[in-house]
């Protein structure tokens, strides 16, 4: 960044970074010959409706079995939300950018909360009960975060699958989870083309030996699908909805199921325990990324993988600070300046982004005639 190469920030910038490593070292160390305790001392920055009995229990007879705060309850979405409102109630929680630069919104964390509510009663009135599969398969729209966040606030799991994603694939995620009900939307956008999920859905049911009971429908505002009769419009399961509290979960309870690739055989389904994800996710924000609360930070990922599912949602929310969702791509949405663009906008501080991303701008873009065109003051890694 042009501010590391002036001399004097470039030598605060090693100071710091010294700074930073004997932190590093002596946090590493704590961790390795305390680390009941350093677990401990970190669990302390969270929400517990019932405090932990114990940090961590280690199996080793069968196979490798470890189980962190024991008796602990607690919940996700009440730490992404709840525990925010009376501090940071207007502050905005998510920044969502469209595939077209004229489609923009911001959410505050009060905002998101009684979206969150409303949708949670919307998945009780379909007799989602705690423990339940929710299948959500969504473009990147604040409406599938509300989805996931939902499931957290009724103890429903959730298994975010790829928006778009083949219909055979889809089938095989709703039969290994079992899914009582699916949440999708009419479209998604990528450049030049709008992906149809309708078709998509229908057919995945129709391969599918497991059967869902409903599915709701968000339609987007330029694209209107016809829904069958076990079909719900998303406005529609919302309209009469009540606030929902939240439901006590077991620390050692599942939050959601996030499947493989399959590229080597079966999809796989990988299950994230609720208490030592929320506690080690939060603690990452500061220690890893350097991100305080008053901070704009953006994971250029998707909810369909592990990345967006920790890095747009949960551990920025976890955090107070504000998260950037993009559903379009780093070129031609609608050019290879857009990353750039939404840096400068909202005053972004850091981007966790994948090397794929870069290269495909560098190849757009190979003398960074965009990254010139912005004030990139904001913007530190």
């Not at 109630?89 to 009060?110: F, L, Q, R």
């Not at 103890?155 to 083949?166: D, K, L, M, N, P």
Request: aromatic residues 12%.
């Amino acid at each position: 960044m042009n501010k590391i190469l002036n001399a004097d920030s470039f030598a605060s910038h090693l100071k710091n970074t010294k700074l930073n490593k004997e932190k590093y070292e002596k946090l590493y160390k704590q961790s390795i010959e305390n680390n009941d305790d350093f677990w401990n001392e970190i669990a302390q920055r969270i929400s517990w409706k019932k405090k932990y009995e114990k940090v961590k229990e280690v199996n080793y007879r069968d196979k490798v079995s470890i189980k962190w705060y024991l008796k602990g309850e607690l919940n996700a979405c009440y730490n992404c939300l709840d525990r925010h409102l009376q501090k940071r109630g207007d502050k905005v929680a998510i920044i969502w950018e469209g595939d077209d630069p004229n489609e923009s919104k911001k959410i505050t964390y009060k905002e998101l909360y009684i979206e969150v509510c409303k949708f949670s009663n919307a998945l009780k009135s379909a007799d989602v009960k705690k423990g339940d599969v929710v299948t959500i398969y969504m473009p990147m729209i604040p409406e599938a975060v509300i989805a996931m966040l939902a499931c957290g606030r009724i103890g429903a799991i959730h298994s975010v699958v790829f928006g778009g994603f083949a219909a055979n694939e889809l089938a095989s995620r709703i039969d290994d989870s079992k899914a009582k009900i699916i949440l999708s939307a009419s479209c998604g956008y990528e450049p030049g083309r709008t992906i149809e999920y309708k078709p998509l859905l229908k057919k995945a049911i129709e391969l599918a030996k497991h059967k869902v009971e409903k599915c709701i429908i968000y339609q987007r505002k330029d694209f209107k699908v016809d829904l069958d009769k076990n079909e719900i419009d998303w406005n529609d399961a919302i309209k009469d909805a009540k606030p929902v509290e939240c439901v006590e979960m077991n620390a050692n309870d599942y939050a959601y199921i996030l499947y493989t690739s399959g590229t080597t055989g079966v999809p796989k389904g990988i299950v994230r325990d609720i208490g030592g994800h929320i506690v080690a996710l939060k603690w990452t924000m500061k220690n890893i990324y350097n991100i305080d609360p008053d901070d704009v930070w953006w994971s250029a990922s998707d909810i369909g993988w592990i990345v967006g599912h920790s890095y747009i949602v949960y551990a920025p929310l976890f955090h107070g600070c504000t998260t950037v969702l993009f559903e379009g791509k780093p070129v031609g949405t609608p050019d290879a300046g857009v990353f750039w663009r939404i840096i400068s906008e909202h005053k972004v501080k850091s981007l966790f982004t994948a090397p794929t991303a870069f290269r495909a701008i560098k190849k757009e873009d190979p003398n960074g005639t965009f990254f010139k065109k912005y004030d990139l003051s904001s913007f530190e890694t």
